[in-house]
């Protein structure tokens, strides 16, 4: 409604002007020597306006002309996009459908249309990656990579390739580029903490780690890998407050103060490591530096003073008396251990042995053919696995050498 009031308003205007137009009065006049023109004055602007449009309608024209093979490029570009696109199209769905082959032609026509786009390097390096061309996936990655656009995009397939050939030297120093592309991404922090682990770089790892990774192993790899022993004492020490039942770190730590000149108060980190779960290499490292054997069973009572119910409390307990023979304790101690149904092998071991200190030969023989057969049944003794494959291990290390799995291994037997 309110473009038809304007048009009629215009409408009205031009009507005006043409009328008043029409109604001037006067004559043109234009002499040259002996020629002479007179024309009169509505005629004259009528004749102007005319003149004006056409020489205006002329000007457009030679600019629409001079603007025709650029029109024609940009179509053509324009054209070749879309194909190109369809082409994108084509290459994802042969990538999806299994031809991988397929998809590598249509990527190479899309490329010859519209130029590397990140796009097309994307699905290029995927497609040479499923056919087994590594080098031709690392060179469209590599393209990927120098753009700052897609940056991140080729990184990471350079990622997964030094990866994927164990290269972890390579895929330390890809995954800190592309993190210093994109500095949130959490995903990258858990792969490079992967790699530092792979490198067996346990600070890095260790810097890198997330809250459930295995801190106190970590940290004790970290410090056996120290040189300078002042920050080794130090990560010892942090391993241990990590988690005091982890007997590896108490043995350090302890170790470390004893070996500082401050053997009260390595005892003192051995008892808390024992009241946090008793280990026999951490009874061996508390009653190492005693030899009188009556004394060491009064050590082992110290030891022993809150975990006294605890199997390895009453194996300790049982074996300092058989040694100092004692063997009424020993006996009253293996009993206990082997009522309460948490006797292993080591337990029925040591009762074999105080029939052998207690009678002679014979009257031994029918008794310890009895433990022995209960032995059979008992569970076998407790030792170093790995929680991933399984893994017996002699002593405790940070990587499990069957699996690769970092800060797996762990004590078999009963905790606290
Ligand atoms: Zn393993």
Redesign the pocket.
Known sequence: MRSVIKFLVVLALVFAVVLWVAGLDGQMEIRHGEWWIGISLPAAIVLAVALFLVLHALLRIVGWLRGWPERRRVRARLNDRALAEIGLTRALVALAAGRPEAARIEVARAKGLAGATPQLLLLEAEAARSLGDDEGAAKAFEELAARADSRFLGLRGLLRQAEAREDWDSARQIAAEAQAVEPKAEWLRAERSEVALRRKDWGEALALSSSEAPRASLTLAAAEQEPEPAKAAELERQAFMADPAFSPAVLAHARRLTEAGSPRRGRAVLQQGWDAAPHPDIAAAFLAPEEDRIRRVKMADDLTRNTTAHPESRLLRARVSLDAGLTGRARQELVALRDSGHADRRGYDLLVELERAEHSPDAAREKEAAWLREAAEAPAEPIWR?G????EHRSWKPL?D????AG??SWSGAGR
Do not use: E, R, V
Not at 388 to 391: D, Q
Not at 402 to 405: F, G, K, L, Q, Y
């Open positions: 790995c991933h494959c399984g893994t499990c069957a699996c690769n799995t797996a291994i």
